[in-house]
């Protein structure tokens, strides 16, 4: 049986940290599951859909602009 840590061939294997997208929907998911199984539904009237449209637009332009930057320096 080969071990997955050892390198074959002349391609290093290297290991990926988690993937962001995926880590903040599943805390989502499990945050929303634990509402669901207490019985405790956050109250949301303050809340103004708006922002998160906004915040998803300023991140989005965070990552675009360092995605630029990063492609420059290669």
Not at 10 to 26: E, F, K, M, N
Not at 40 to 63: I, K, M, T
Request: aromatic share 4%.
């Amino acid at each position: 049986m080969a071990d997955h840590g050892e390198t074959t061939g002349t391609a290093a294997v290297r290991r990926r940290g988690p993937d962001p997208v995926a880590l903040l929907i599943g805390l989502l998911t499990l945050g929303m599951a634990l509402a669901a199984f207490t019985g405790h539904v956050p109250n949301l009237s303050g809340f103004d859909p708006r922002w998160l449209l906004a915040g998803g637009a300023a991140v989005l332009g965070l990552l675009l602009l360092l995605g630029s930057i990063g492609r420059r320096r290669r």
